[in-house]
């Protein structure tokens, strides 16, 4: 399976660190030219569009042969992430707006969007802890990077083209590892794990993450910055700057903690993760105004990703299960209805009496379903000896 592994470089010197800004300014403005044209004439493969720009990418931008030929990539590439996304109806219906704006424009680059470099433009020396990388300015040699011990494993089996990336006037590479896959095993039951925004995940275990902490982060960063932008000034639009991505680096550890806990659970126990289905979620429920916030920024979909990449790393089965009445269906006798959810915390079934924590039952439900799931396609795995 392919992963990735972050570095952040440490450029010795003023003039390292503007030819890296520079070099990302020129590659994406080389990008720009090359969509317009993309656009105009139709040329979104490769092969085709390369014929049209490769020399006055080169000629116009100071791009080298190599650069040149990865920033034309990058652009087929985007366009085949849009007709991609519109196929699958991500950017809304036929006529929307959010669609209408995406088919009637060429793609744009940010000037410091992400440009991909392969092994003739970035050498890795894993050892010394340095790369020697390509930028307009000549090629910098013995820039030194650092990254944890386990980025730095993985970098070993580092594989195919690696971004450089600037993020607050900082620089980080950013490459793909290929890591070797186990084979899942048979599992002996399923962790059912309920996601919600009160309690982040619930597993059929009874063990309860809760999301009070994080949910209270957020509103006080909330808080900070209609402050901060109420005022308008100078010093407050740097620290709004400063603090953008704090919220998001917080909720993603978060993320991280917990599909550890519930990955390393399943693996000691030899169980399979059973996880609900909520794709489209957001756009079937309703909610009152002073929801939608918290609504819009429940990142189950990142912590469902975590969840799976780690499992497969793990060997740890795991399967996705249609959501619907796991809040209302009781886990012991399977009576369903919704008046047994009687508070967002409790649930009582009117046939059995049984009395659990409202994401308890759900988690269970999920368990039960994750098991018929997975005997429903025992015939098309192949048997284990």
């Not at 503007?18 to 590659?27: G, I, M, V």
């Not at 080169?58 to 040149?68: C, F, H, V, W």
């Not at 699958?88 to 009637?104: D, Q, V, W």
């Not at 308008?232 to 603090?243: N, P, Q």
Request: hydrophobic fraction near 40%.
């Amino acid at each position: 399976m392919k992963i990735v592994a972050q570095v952040k470089l440490v450029p010795a010197s003023a003039h390292d660190a503007d030819a890296l800004a520079a070099t990302l300014r020129a590659c994406n403005r080389a990008a720009n030219r090359a969509s317009e044209v993309a656009f105009a004439k139709d040329l979104k493969r490769r092969n085709v569009l390369q014929d049209e720009v490769y020399y006055a990418l080169k000629a116009d931008y100071d791009l080298g042969a190599q650069p040149a030929v990865r920033t034309i990539k990058k652009v087929c590439d985007a366009y085949a992430a849009l007709k991609g996304n519109i196929k699958a109806g991500n950017l809304g219906r036929p006529g929307s707006k959010r669609r209408l704006r995406a088919e009637s424009r060429p793609i744009a680059f940010r000037e410091d969007a992400a440009q991909p470099y392969d092994d003739r433009i970035l050498t890795w020396n894993l050892d010394a802890q340095t790369v020697s990388i390509w930028t307009v300015a000549g090629r910098l040699k013995g820039i030194p990077f650092v990254c944890s011990p386990q980025a730095l494993k993985l970098l070993a089996s580092r594989k195919g083209e690696s971004d450089l990336v600037m993020r607050d006037g900082m620089f980080f590479l950013i490459a793909t590892v290929d890591v070797p896959e186990p084979e899942p095993f048979e599992p002996d039951g399923f962790l059912g794990v309920d996601l919600g925004i009160v309690n982040i995940a619930t597993t059929s275990d009874g063990d309860i993450m809760a999301g009070r902490r994080l949910n209270r982060y957020r509103e006080r960063h909330r808080h900070l910055r209609a402050k901060l932008q109420a005022k308008r000034t100078k010093s407050a639009k740097r620290a709004v700057k400063r603090i953008r991505r704090r919220e998001a680096r917080h909720a993603a550890q978060t993320n991280h903690i917990i599909a550890n806990k519930l990955v390393t659970t399943a693996e000691r126990t030899s169980r399979g993760i059973a996880l609900e289905d909520l794709g489209g979620i957001r756009q079937r429920v309703t909610a009152r105004k002073d929801q939608r916030t918290r609504l819009h920024s429940w990142a189950f979909a990142q912590l469902g990703a975590f969840v799976e990449y780690k499992a497969r790393r793990a060997g740890v089965p795991v399967v996705h299960v249609d959501p619907r009445n796991t809040s209302r269906q009781c886990s012991e006798c399977r009576h369903t209805h919704r008046t047994n959810r009687v508070t967002q915390a409790r649930f009582a079934c009117r046939s059995c009496a049984v009395v659990l924590h409202a994401d308890h039952n759900s988690s269970r439900n999920i368990a039960h379903r994750g098991e018929a799931v997975w005997q429903r396609g025992a015939v098309n795995r192949p048997r284990t000896a």
